[in-house]
């Protein structure tokens, strides 16, 4: 079993910055990826950003440029720095572990970008 906590999320203006953080923790396996999500009121969740334990990464078009995502493997914790955030950033935001034949979910952090 793999659990993963989400923090990071809050309240910016347009333009700003914020850097949401998820740290997994029990059997986590050598060859893994994590990754955020985000699934915004009345909409389907939806990939953001994921990085393979080789440091691999993949991100959504309207996100690129914007969002950088990395991981620290020695603190088993990734990270997404976003950046010129716009209001259509709101979402709550999901940490996702994933693994050979598992996958598991965080409870999400709320991400609010006012105009």
């Known amino acids: 079993q793999v659990q993963v906590v989400e923090s990071g999320g809050g309240l910016v203006q347009a333009g700003g910055s914020l850097r949401l953080s998820c740290a997994a923790s029990?059997?986590?396996?050598?060859?893994?990826?994590m990754g955020w999500y985000r699934q915004a009121p009345g909409k389907q969740r939806e990939l953001v950003a994921t990085i393979a334990s080789d440091g691999s990464t993949n991100y959504a078009d309207s996100v690129k440029g914007r969002f950088t995502i990395s991981r620290d493997n020695a603190k088993n914790t990734v990270y997404l720095q976003m950046n010129n955030l716009k209001p259509e950033d709101t979402a709550v935001y999901y940490c996702?572990?994933?693994?050979?034949?598992?996958?598991?979910w965080g409870q999400g952090t709320h991400v609010t970008v006012s105009s």
């Open positions: 996702n572990y994933r693994r050979i034949n598992y996958s598991t």
């Open positions: 029990g059997s986590i396996a050598s060859i893994n990826a």
